[in-house]
């Protein structure tokens, strides 16, 4: 039996952070950063069942063209993605009442739809990148047992290429569910190799008043190559949302927004209207 000081439920029997009980979430669930953007997609459904939130967790479930989802808002960071997965998989994996670990384990969909800017120049702002693999910078996922997981020659080829330093933890890369990659690819978007960082300044390279351990890093990041394959785009969630869904039995993709170029030093002319298409795209493609 799991003890209630690891399976924490609130006074309703609802999960802590999410605020949610099993009956109110989809097997399907798009993932957002923005907990204004949970509406935004939302208000393209045909109805609303439920909806609740409790802190930076939005969550909001119903009809679109008569498929269920449901839209969570995480927050920003691996951490949060830490709480909103295992939560998730709580929900249709635990029973609530016994406190075990279910017979039968359901997989969800988790789709993460996100912006994100490009490290190459062939890759230009208001396109859509689905991230085929992602390299994980932080080091929240080293907290489980990742190696059945994780594709270990393309970390090594990773920490030769950048002189990566190992004092800020050994970096993961993840691949996505080839089902989900399968059911969401198109001509009309890129395949991708997407790099999570564990912050926004000094983890991506920028410096406002501090001094950041590599100053070259987002160079060789752009010039890392593994057999034919760059990474395309960095942002803050996609390797956790992989590495955890991967590990639990679900099934995960990221389709992110470029919303800004790197290389070209260009940002979209049209970035709120780059989200929309592409929002309108996954919704398309979950029916």
């Given at each position: 039996?799991?003890?209630a000081?690891?399976?924490?439920?609130?006074?309703d029997?609802?999960i802590?952070?999410?605020n949610?009980?099993p009956?109110?979430?989809?097997?399907?669930?798009?993932?957002?950063?923005?907990q204004?953007?949970?509406e935004?997609?939302?208000?393209?459904?045909?109805?609303?069942?439920?909806?609740?939130?409790?802190r930076?967790?939005?969550?909001?479930?119903?009809?679109?063209?008569?498929?269920?989802?449901?839209?969570?808002?995480?927050?920003?960071?691996?951490?949060?993605?830490?709480?909103?997965?295992?939560?998730?998989?709580a929900?249709?994996?635990?029973?609530?009442?016994?406190?075990?670990?279910?017979?039968?384990?359901?997989?969800?969909?988790?789709?993460?739809?996100?912006?994100?800017?490009?490290?190459?120049?062939?890759?230009?702002?208001?396109?859509?990148?689905?991230?085929?693999?992602?390299?994980?910078?932080?080091?929240?996922?080293?907290?489980?047992?990742?190696?059945?997981?994780s594709?270990q020659?393309?970390?090594?080829?990773?920490i030769?290429?950048?002189?990566?330093?190992l004092?800020?933890?050994?970096?993961?890369?993840?691949?996505?569910?080839?089902?989900?990659?399968?059911?969401?690819?198109?001509?009309?978007?890129?395949?991708?190799?997407?790099?999570?960082?564990?912050?926004?300044?000094?983890p991506?390279?920028?410096?406002?008043?501090?001094?950041?351990?590599?100053?070259?890093?987002?160079?060789k990041?752009?010039?890392?190559?593994?057999?034919?394959?760059?990474?395309?785009?960095?942002?803050m969630?996609?390797?956790?949302?992989?590495?955890?869904?991967?590990?639990?039995g679900?099934?995960?993709?990221?389709?992110?927004?470029?919303?800004?170029?790197?290389?070209?030093?260009?940002?979209?002319?049209?970035?709120?209207?780059?989200?929309?298409?592409?929002?309108?795209?996954?919704?398309?493609?979950?029916v």
């Open positions: 039996m799991i003890q000081s690891e399976l924490i439920l609130n006074p029997d609802s802590y952070h999410l949610l009980k009956e109110n979430i989809a097997k399907d669930i798009i993932f957002v950063g923005d204004d953007r949970v935004k997609i939302t208000a393209l459904f045909d109805s609303v069942e439920f909806s609740t939130q409790k930076e967790f939005k969550t909001q479930t119903g009809l679109y063209k008569g498929k269920r989802i449901t839209v969570i808002s995480t927050g920003i960071g691996p951490d949060n993605i830490d709480i909103v997965l295992n939560e998730l998989d929900l249709v994996n635990i029973d609530f009442e016994t406190r075990k670990i279910k017979d039968q384990l359901t997989s969800l969909n988790i789709i993460r739809i996100g912006t994100s800017g490009s490290l190459q120049s062939n890759i230009p702002a208001d396109s859509v990148v689905m991230s085929k693999y992602a390299i994980g910078l932080d080091n929240m996922l080293r907290s489980y047992c990742i190696d059945s997981v594709n020659e393309i970390e090594d080829a990773f030769q290429q950048t002189n990566w330093d004092n800020k933890g050994k970096p993961y890369v993840i691949r996505s569910s080839e089902v989900l990659e399968n059911k969401f690819n198109s001509n009309e978007i890129h395949k991708g190799f997407t790099a999570t960082a564990g912050g926004f300044y000094g991506q390279g920028r410096i406002l008043r501090l001094a950041i351990q590599d100053n070259d890093l987002n160079r990041m752009d010039q890392f190559e593994y057999n034919g394959m760059q990474i395309t785009n960095l942002e969630e996609t390797a956790a949302i992989y590495g955890l869904a991967a590990l639990l679900h099934r995960a993709i990221s389709l992110n927004a470029i919303i800004a170029n790197r290389a070209n030093g260009t940002f979209s002319n049209k970035p709120y209207e780059t989200i929309d298409i592409l929002i309108r795209y996954t919704l398309e493609k979950l």
